[in-house]
């Protein structure tokens, strides 16, 4: 089994940064893609970031520019670092990990872009 556990979220004002950190434990070997995603109230959850086993990343054109996820293959970690954030980018951020046709998630951590 595999658990991931999400932190660093929180409320930050328009323009501002958050850095989220995902710890992974369990189960977790060989080659697994990381990433995150996040769902606003009413809307599907939608990709934000991810991440492959060699270091390979993906983005939409909504983050573009202003987000950028990194890992840690040793302390089995992902991260996103959030800069000029808007309020559109209020949502649940979850992690998931994706390892041998399954994919894991994580609890999620609330982010909220607010003046």
């Known amino acids: 089994q595999v658990q991931l556990v999400e932190s660093g979220g929180g409320l930050v004002q328009p323009g501002g940064s958050l850095r989220l950190s995902c710890a992974a434990s369990?189960?977790?070997?060989?080659?697994?893609?990381m990433g995150w995603y996040r769902q606003a109230p009413g809307k599907s959850r939608e990709l934000v970031a991810t991440?492959?086993?060699?270091?390979?990343?993906n983005y939409p054109d909504s983050v573009k520019g202003r987000f950028t996820i990194s890992r840690d293959n040793a302390k089995k970690a992902v991260y996103l670092q959030m800069n000029s954030l808007k309020p559109e980018d209020t949502a649940v951020y979850y992690c998931?990990?994706?390892?041998?046709?399954?994919?894991?998630w994580g609890q999620g951590t609330q982010v909220t872009v607010s003046s």
């Open positions: 369990g189960s977790i070997f060989g080659i697994y893609a």
């Open positions: 998931s990990l994706y390892r041998q046709l399954t994919t894991y």
């Open positions: 991440i492959s086993s060699g270091g390979s990343t």
